[in-house]
């Protein structure tokens, strides 16, 4: 299958700007991860989406950081405006879900979007 | 969720076993332990999960106390492909996977 896309790999932007971040999930995949991993330290989760409603974002610096998952299937984050320690890669995961059941709850990750702000 | 302790530092000879440990003293009874590694410049890769029992797949083995309060991760046959940080986590209800530090092991030829 294919795995968990992301776009840009690499982006680099002046403080005060914006940027948006797109993933694209593993087909059929209900719930949608995105963490961010600066650099040293283990990725932190920033919002979890069931189908194309928000489970969790009570990470997310809603004052800068908005996300977006239309019709449940690709999601969107976006920074506006970005800070000097916003500079950190972002990673985007999906599983199947279902971990309420059967406690299993495998995220399969992206290869991540790198940001950094200058 | 509960937390997770892992040393912060490993080495391994290469074609030895790798025996990474990770305490949850404070697991519930129906939360599983996970294991994630994360290679430089990659996302997390998953590696095994487990409740109760000891769990085996073709990448590793995943040994748990009988109070569960502790388990190991074991790479059989450590390569220098296996150099990565690796990520004990225990997943609550919520169905999230919070990551620690981890261990970073390195394997050394």
């Known amino acids: 299958e294919a795995g968990v896309a992301q776009s840009p790999r690499y982006k680099i932007i002046e403080k005060r700007q914006s940027v948006a971040f797109w993933c694209n999930p593993i087909s059929g995949h209900a719930t949608l991860y995105w963490y961010q991993q600066i650099l040293g330290q283990g990725p932190k989760l920033l919002i979890q989406f069931q189908n194309n409603g928000v489970v969790d974002d009570s990470q997310l610096p809603k004052d800068r950081f908005s996300a977006e998952r239309l019709k449940g299937v690709d999601s969107t984050l976006k920074i506006q405006p970005a800070k000097l320690e916003d500079s950190a890669v972002y990673l985007c995961?999906?599983?199947?879900?279902?971990?309420?059941?059967?406690?299993?709850?495998?995220?399969?990750f992206g290869a991540g979007s790198r940001l950094t702000v200058l | 969720d509960a937390k997770t302790t892992q040393p912060p530092s490993m080495d391994c000879a290469e074609g030895r076993a790798a025996n990474l440990p990770c305490n949850h003293s404070t697991i519930s009874g129906n939360e599983y332990v996970y294991w994630y590694r994360q290679i430089h410049s990659q996302g997390p890769q998953y590696i095994i999960h487990g409740l109760k029992n000891n769990e085996t797949n073709e990448m590793a083995s995943l040994i748990i106390t009988e109070d569960r309060k502790s388990s190991t991760l074991i790479l059989p046959h450590a390569t220098l492909r296996d150099t990565a940080v690796y990520y004990c986590i225990v997943l609550g209800y919520t169905g999230k996977l919070i990551f620690g530090q981890g261990t970073t092991l390195q394997v050394k030829p």
């Open positions: 995961a999906s599983s199947s879900g279902g971990w309420v059941r059967s406690g299993a709850n495998v995220l399969t």
